[in-house]
């Protein structure tokens, strides 16, 4: 007999993070952050901790682990997700809380790195794997708090009728004392993985290859880190400050904390209607009206940039196909605009097929084409060989997969990757024909802005 799903309003708080602030250094702990207050373009914030089954994948296999047992398997990673999130789906029906239109009411919250695309493609191994950490970690909850902004309200989840159940989540939810002698701080220079001369040879190997006909376009990215103590709460807390986005998130994983100021959806599925909107086209934002406005309208003239968008947008068409029908591309060419930087986003949007499950639809597009290029197998393959390392969780994808079916992920870029006394970010573009070496590199160090402006805040003396 399955359980129902029980909601309990509770206290609405402005700000989401007054919540998690009190159980961040939880393992297991997720935030997906609508970046509320200081953006206004996201409208729910999802909160959950302590899972009752998680899945995490390093190499060939996957630990499937319960209270009760654990499960080694070296099958695909999204169809063991699939299958264990489909049998706890089972388990808990959320049908009766269907009316009050939640985007989550449990289910499979997490991340899926870019290098877990090497269990569905057959990719070379050039690039150091310098990140060292799973390349799935998933856990599967039966209780969540969904944070609505728009109608400021507050829900707690759960899928156990007993006082007890609801007990033990006010109990995780309490405030706890933080040791005061953990602050975060950065403990070395940060460094680049590229000098100004590599990168331009990474970019001229690029150009070979499109001019070979190889591909239309190589997304060329580069990594910075620097070695770190303390509580990468903290520093999340900051990043969010002066770096609002829609798709952010907190991951407090086993090893490893993810901190992510995501602007990029990559796929929403809801009630069988998908989206994705790519971003291709940036400019840094600007405090003169004047020049601002300039950059607001060179973006949306660039021919260079409205081609880009346009090869992925095309890419994005082509992989949800696989699962969906009745594709079109509703938005072209939108301007969005953020803390740092102006984006040149379009809309892509299907119907899924019947029979095919929210997995299904993200193992066929993974990883995003906004951050490989096209065609996407080849691109990859450049970008395995052109980059020295792996890339890990960046440009991978991070949100939840529902009890009832609906999905939402971003792209998982303007994230910081701390595990091992490390701390690690990337940031990159799309090198086409006509692109200027100057000004890629030079935009890899605008998307990252707000990277390294909340690491030097932290720099140890």
């Not at 007890?164 to 004392?177: A, C, E, S, T, V």
């Not at 021919?303 to 890419?315: F, G, Q, S």
């Not at 009745?326 to 301007?335: D, H, N, R, S, Y």
């Not at 969780?393 to 595990?419: E, K, P």
Request: charged content about 25%.
């Amino acid at each position: 007999m399955s359980s129902q799903a029980v909601i309990y309003p509770t206290l609405y708080f402005e700000d989401s993070a007054d919540i998690v602030n009190r159980f961040a250094e939880q393992e297991w702990t997720v935030f997906l952050d609508s970046g509320h207050p200081r953006s206004k373009q996201g409208r729910y914030d999802i909160i959950s901790g302590n899972p009752v089954c998680t899945l995490v994948t390093c190499g060939e296999n996957t630990t499937i682990r319960t209270k009760n047992e654990v499960i080694i398997s070296n099958e695909n990673p999204f169809e063991l997700l699939k299958s264990e999130l489909t049998r706890y789906s089972e388990k808990f029906d959320s049908s009766n809380i269907t009316a009050l239109n939640l985007p989550f009411v449990g289910g499979a919250l997490g991340y899926f790195s870019y290098d877990l695309a090497r269990r569905l493609e057959n990719l070379p191994n050039f690039a150091e794997d310098a990140e060292a950490i799973p390349e799935m970690m998933v856990g599967i909850y039966d209780w969540a708090m969904v944070v609505d902004h728009e109608i400021k309200k507050s829900f707690l989840i759960c899928y156990n009728e007993s006082q007890q159940k609801h007990d033990d989540i006010q109990q995780f939810l309490n405030p706890r004392q933080v040791d005061e002698n953990i602050n975060f701080s950065i403990t070395s220079d940060i460094k680049a993985h590229y000098s100004k001369e590599t990168y331009a040879q990474a970019f001229q190997k690029i150009k070979h290859y499109l001019k070979e006909g190889d591909c239309y376009q190589v997304n060329l990215t580069q990594r910075f880190s620097a070695t770190c103590e303390g509580n990468t709460w903290q520093t999340y807390e900051v990043l969010r400050e002066i770096n609002a986005a829609p798709f952010s998130a907190y991951l407090n994983f086993p090893d490893v904390k993810i901190l992510s100021s995501s602007p990029e959806r990559f796929l929403k599925l809801k009630n069988g209607h998908v989206e994705t909107k790519p971003i291709k086209g940036t400019r840094p934002r600007k405090t003169d009206d004047i020049e601002n406005a300039a950059q607001l309208n060179d973006l949306m003239t660039n021919p260079k940039d409205r081609a880009e968008n346009v090869m992925i947008v095309d890419l994005l068409r082509n992989d949800i196909s696989k699962v969906c029908q009745k594709v079109g591309v509703p938005k072209l060419f939108e301007i969005e605009s953020y803390a740092t930087v102006h984006h040149l986003v379009s809309t892509v949007t299907g119907e899924l097929k019947p029979n095919q499950h929210a997995l299904d639809l993200l193992e066929n597009c993974f990883p995003g084409g906004s951050i490989t290029g096209a065609p996407k197998l080849r691109a990859m393959e450049i970008i395995e060989e052109i980059e020295p390392n792996r890339r890990g969780v960046y440009c991978g994808a991070m949100g939840y997969i529902g009890f009832d079916g609906n999905m939402d992920t971003n792209i998982a870029i303007r994230t910081l990757v701390q595990s091992d006394n490390s701390i690690r970010f990337w940031a990159g573009g799309g090198i086409v024909n006509d692109s200027i070496v100057e000004n890629e590199y030079q935009e890899s160090f605008d998307k990252a802005a707000a990277m390294f402006d909340v690491l030097n805040r932290f720099k140890k003396d």
